[in-house]
């Protein structure tokens, strides 16, 4: 069982910053890719960042400047380190990781249960 757990979600002014983390635990051989996606009240859920386990990091272009993907490999974890927070970043915040379980396995993609994010104007 492999379970990822979100934090640092919350209520936050225009202009402030949040720092979210995730943390993958369980039965792991490894992890690929590591993600953030978010998901406003009635619109689809959609891509923020993600970084592979070299350092590569993509962004969506609404984040791009303002926000910052990490992780930590050893300890599987992954943060989001959001600055200069608009209202329309309002949403649920999902972490995503590409999860290998056993050495033969291929990866599966696995999701965090979400925590919100509200920007306030």
């Known amino acids: 069982q492999v379970q990822l757990v979100e934090s640092g979600g919350g209520l936050v002014q225009a202009g402030g910053s949040l720092r979210l983390s995730c943390a993958a635990s369980g039965s792991i051989f490894r992890i690929n890719a590591m993600g953030w996606y978010r998901q406003a009240p009635g619109k689809h859920r959609e891509f923020v960042a993600r970084?592979?386990?070299?350092?590569?990091?993509d962004y969506a272009d609404s984040v791009k400047g303002r926000f910052t993907i990490s992780r930590d490999i050893a300890k599987n974890e992954v943060f989001l380190q959001m600055t200069n927070l608009k209202p329309e970043d309002t949403a649920v915040y999902y972490c995503?990781?590409?999860?290998?379980?056993?050495?033969?396995?291929?990866?599966?993609?696995?999701w965090g249960q979400g925590t919100q994010v509200t920007v306030s104007s």
């Open positions: 995503n990781a590409a999860i290998q379980k056993t050495m033969i396995q291929p990866p599966y993609d696995d």
């Open positions: 970084i592979t386990s070299d350092g590569r990091t």
